[in-house]
């Protein structure tokens, strides 16, 4: 059986709505550059999907990076304007980003339609990353665990054990993104517990492959403590991830 300690860490860079074709391309190639022959972590890349075939084609066989989307729709197909599906998605991306805050908060994304599109990243043979986390005022009222219990739950209670094993955890509490105030390890350290405590819950077992991230402004200088947190598997790093030096720094403080 594989230990906690055995859990490659994932460091992730979400790009959200930055960079064009010509600066994405120049932003990989500086991390091609940045990264050690053999990181110590998984290290993954969610460009906009207009990014996507400039991105994957650099990356070409080079083991070192892979490649995700931060969003889908729930249908394969179909008449939904402005929408991208996991069939479209599924040449290029190992992975997809769903339920992040910005989608949930400024599109209105509510914990089912989160499941429906963890649902199709599954079904379309991906790898879903579940982001979730409490409000500033969740966290005041010290709601912080019933919502966590809540999103996780909802993301993957009735799943089977093989869905499980495939899904990653992106704790980001929304008071922490963007915000230049992490968490403390402490505190992700607790969050992770909760949420690995709902992964065992929804597999029936221990799921020793399902990791469990934070996110919320994750730098160079916080990067060690809060990926060695206990219970931490990596992080998904949002502004700092368009720096290829400081995203380089921040996966080697994944090994440090
Ligand atoms: C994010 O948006 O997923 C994120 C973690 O952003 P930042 O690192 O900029 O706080």
């Known amino acids: 059986m594989m230990t906690p300690e055995m859990r490659r ?18 932003l990989v190639h500086s991390l091609l550059a940045g990264l050690p022959a053999t990181p110590a972590a998984e290290v993954l890349v969610l460009p906009p999907f207009t990014a996507l075939e400039t991105v994957h084609r650099l990356i070409g066989s080079d083991t070192r990076l892979r490649l995700g989307a931060q969003n889908c729709h729930w249908e394969t197909a179909g008449a939904f304007t402005g929408e991208i599906s996991t069939t479209m998605l599924e040449p290029w991306c190992a992975y997809v980003l769903v339920g992040h805050s910005e989608r949930r908060q400024l599109f209105g994304e509510t914990d089912e339609i989160v499941r429906r599109k963890l649902d199709a990243v599954l079904a379309a043979g991906m790898r879903p990353i579940l982001a979730l986390g409490e409000t500033g005022a969740e966290r005041e009222r010290g709601q912080t665990q019933a919502v966590l219990l809540r999103q996780a739950r909802s993301g993957l209670v009735g799943l089977s054990v093989d869905q499980v094993s495939r899904c990653t955890i992106a704790y980001e509490p929304i008071w922490a993104i963007g915000t230049g105030v992490a968490a403390t390890p402490a505190d992700a350290s607790e969050a992770a517990a909760v949420l690995r405590s709902v992964v065992d819950e929804a597999a029936g ?12 402004s994750v730098t160079a200088a916080s990067a060690a403590s809060l990926l060695h947190a206990p219970g931490v598997d990596g992080a998904l790093v949002g ?5 290829a030096a400081e995203f380089c720094a921040i996966v080697a403080g994944a090994g440090a």
């Open 9 to 26: 860490p994932l460091v992730a860079g979400n790009w959200k709505m930055h960079e064009g074709v010509a600066e994405a391309e120049a």
């Open 205 to 216: 077992r221990e799921q020793p492959t399902v990791r469990i991230l934070y996110g919320g």
């Open 239 to 243: 502004g700092a991830s368009l720096r």
